[in-house]
């Protein structure tokens, strides 16, 4: 664990627009103003094309529109980029990879004496190509500049050697961590442990949403046969949404169970348990329904 203050070996350089700035990154974001194209089919089921012109960071290809001719999108020659500084923190150097998870940074006011390549001009945000800012045009490009700058830093890696890169855990997971500021080992692993955990709940819900279409796809076909054959009908009974999400949230559960075998057994079977006690819900449900339709 390290808090160091980091800078950079030299300025940081866009060697493309001569543009130089003292900080750890440089990042340079490109965006040109495009044909984009839009499809609605929600009425008539045939997709009718609609176009609107916007500032887009990555290029679109009009080639590939419904009408190419009447909306062409130039190429685009100069690309957003991060200039990543040779940097030490204190007697450490720092690896490129380490300096890159640093936040976005902040705006780089461009000085007036700053170098202006033919057809480009500046303007308080940053450079602009085109006939009037004011009035974009089909294949008009501005950039705008960030820099973080060199500042004091906590830093979890490996020190290889007097380098400070990422490590390799026994499970091959790359460790890295860098935040601006001074942050205690605790607190920076704590952070880290409630993003990760944000993630994998995330991910969770995304399973158990493809397992609930999953079910339903199955369970929607057979609701229908039950209407047409009343035999099928008797024996796999009422299907409905909430058999699917009572399906979908156990098939969820014994994967996360799974998961924790190893780690915490003790939670695993809990989730067991409660997966178990879903389907057992689910059974009691089906077998109180077929009494009542018996009875009537």
């Known amino acids: 664990m390290h808090h160091v203050a980091c800078h950079a070996d030299a300025p940081t350089t ?48 009009s080639a590939s529109f419904h009408e190419p001719v009447t909306h062409k999108n130039p190429a685009m020659p100069v690309r957003s980029h991060r200039f990543v500084a040779a940097a030490h923190c204190g007697s450490l150097a720092l690896a490129p990879s380490l300096t890159g998870i640093l936040a976005h940074g902040q705006p780089l006011a461009l000085s007036t004496e700053q170098f202006v390549r033919q057809g480009w001009t ?41 380098l400070l890169c990422t490590y390799q855990s026994t499970h091959d997971t790359p460790i890295a961590i860098i935040v601006p500021g001074t942050k205690s080992a605790r607190a920076l692993f704590k952070s880290a442990q409630a993003e990760n955990r944000i993630d994998l709940w995330l991910w969770r819900l995304a399973g158990f949403v493809l397992m609930l ?47 924790w ?33 018996r009875r009537n």
């Open 14 to 61: 866009d060697a493309q627009f001569h543009v130089r700035a003292n900080g750890l990154v440089l990042t340079r974001a490109v965006s040109m103003y495009q044909w984009v194209e839009h499809e609605d089919d929600s009425r008539t089921g045939h997709s009718t094309p609609s176009y609107s012109k916007e500032w887009v960071d990555s290029p679109i290809r």
């Open 261 to 293: 075998t190893r780690a915490r057994p003790e939670l695993s079977t809990m989730i067991f348990a409660v997966s178990a006690g879903l389907v057992a819900l689910l059974a009691l449900r089906h077998a109180v329904t077929k009494r009542r339709a």
């Open 213 to 259: 279409f999953g079910f339903l796809l199955i369970t929607v076909p057979l609701s229908t046969i039950r209407d047409w054959l009343p035999i099928v009908g008797e024996i796999i009974g009422e299907i409905d949404f909430i058999v699917s999400f009572v399906l979908a949230a156990a098939a969820t559960l014994i994967t996360i169970a799974i998961g």
């Open 122 to 162: 500046r303007n308080a945000r940053g450079l602009y190509k085109g006939a009037d800012p004011r009035r974009p045009a089909i294949g008009d490009i501005k950039v705008s500049y960030y820099v973080i700058p060199n500042q004091t830093v906590s830093i979890a890696s490996k020190n290889k050697s007097g």
